[in-house]
């Protein structure tokens, strides 16, 4: 059998290389709707990989043998379950300040959409510890991509990091809306693009880099052209009788057609 890949690796290929937000396009809309401050980002992030990783558990101890429709209600059930307490503890056990409006539920529920994603393609297919260590790597590469664009829409668009002014004079208003995100998400999506065409190598193979294509030799015997096919034509007498015997089949036609015109006269 072959060795299971450490952490390193399996961080490298889950998090970095198959990012769930740059690469697989997952969870866009609570980046994008939820990420206009520093604040936001860490607190979405949080809440993203705790519903993640305990989604991935359950999904990969529990829910296997159950039909596919099921369980993506399942999923949308779980996260709310773990996601709500979760709110409810911060706001009324914790002294962190948070606003539960609008522009915090609905990127929070959102997260789901990652969620559920991940626990379907991979967690109710892998054993529970190659899940959950999965799912840590997943949340981690999310939650990077999420903070440092709510880190560099704060100090372009407002001129601060965390709520703490920079004394900046010049900033862009306009990063703090949707589209601000999306321009650091093309950055950022186009940094893991160069990343991604560099070939990986293993420390335990000493061949070449198996992304590579080998070169395949293929031994195939060249047969002799097929030979040519004279094509023998009718004789002309043949043709004019042809010819002569179409031209009386149209004349009668033509005949019939008078003959039934005079008629109806």
């Known amino acids: 059998m072959p060795d299971k890949p450490s952490f390193s690796k399996k961080f490298l290929v889950t998090a970095i290389r198959n990012n769930p937000v740059l690469f697989q396009c997952a969870g866009l809309c609570p980046v994008i709707a939820g990420t206009s401050t520093l604040k936001d980002s860490l607190f979405i992030a949080a809440v993203l990989s705790i519903d993640l990783v305990l989604s991935a558990i359950v999904a990969s101890a529990l829910l296997k043998k159950i039909p596919r429709y099921i369980r993506i209600a399942v999923y949308l059930v779980l996260g709310l379950a773990i996601v709500y307490p979760i709110l409810w503890f911060i706001e009324n056990r914790t002294l962190v300040e948070i606003t539960l409006g609008i522009r915090i539920i609905i990127p929070i529920i959102a997260v789901n959409s990652l ?60 990063m703090s809306m949707p589209f601000g995100c999306l321009i650091v998400l093309g950055f950022l999506a186009a940094l893991l693009k160069s990343f991604r065409r560099t070939p990986v190598r293993y420390a335990s193979d000493n061949t070449d880099n198996p992304l590579q294509p080998e070169e395949i030799a293929l031994d195939i015997e060249h047969e002799e052209p097929p030979e040519s096919v004279d094509l023998v034509i009718a004789d002309y007498e043949e043709i004019d009788s042809i010819l002569s015997s179409t031209d009386e089949f149209l004349k009668s036609l033509t005949s019939s057609s008078d003959e039934w015109g005079g008629d109806r006269e």
């Open 115 to 174: 969620t559920a994603m991940h626990c379907e393609t991979y967690s109710v297919k892998h054993p529970a510890g190659d899940s959950f260590i999965t799912s840590l790597c997943a949340a981690l590469g999310a939650s990077g991509v999420i903070v440092i664009c709510g880190l560099l829409r704060e100090i372009i668009g407002k001129g601060s990091i965390g709520g703490y002014s920079l004394e900046m004079n010049t900033t862009l208003e306009t």
